[in-house]
Nanobody, 118 residues
Framework: QVQLQESGPGLVKPSQTLTLTCTVS??????????WSWIRQPPGKGLEWMGA???????YYSPSLKSRTSISRDTSKNQFTLQLTSVTPEDTAVYYC??????????WGQGTQVTVSS
């Protein structure tokens, strides 16, 4: 059973960089042909896919967030990381990591609340 767990700060100040890490257990992030995504849900809004890193290490980003988003991985720790720069209060959301194969998301982390506030 694949399990994903997000970790990171719950509170970030405006203009700072948000860094979240997803730790994966029960499966390797290098296993063909899975993709590992970051998805967020602002309060009162729908889910927003932010980006993903593939089993091979290729990265893909939402066009609307591409200029501020970076996803990387540490295969030795079976983790992948999201960095979101220049955050504003509009980046306040529950952030999820997930494993997908194509458009099908089979596994989600429990989500972590991030609030951007001074």
């Amino acid at each position: 059973q694949v399990q994903l767990q997000e970790s990171g700060p719950g509170l970030v100040k405006p203009s700072q960089t948000l860094t979240l890490t997803c730790t994966v257990s029960g499966g390797s992030i290098t296993t063909h042909y899975y993709y590992w995504s970051w998805i967020r849900q602002p309060p009162g809004k729908g889910l927003e896919w932010m980006g993903a890193i593939s089993y091979a290490g290729s990265t893909y980003y939402s066009p609307s967030l591409k200029s501020r988003t970076s996803i990387s991985r540490d295969t030795s720790k079976n983790q992948f990381t999201l960095q979101l720069t220049s955050v504003t209060p509009e980046d306040t959301a529950v952030y999820y990591c997930a494993r997908n194969a194509g458009a099908l998301i089979a596994y989600w982390g429990q989500g972590t609340q991030v609030t951007v506030s001074s």
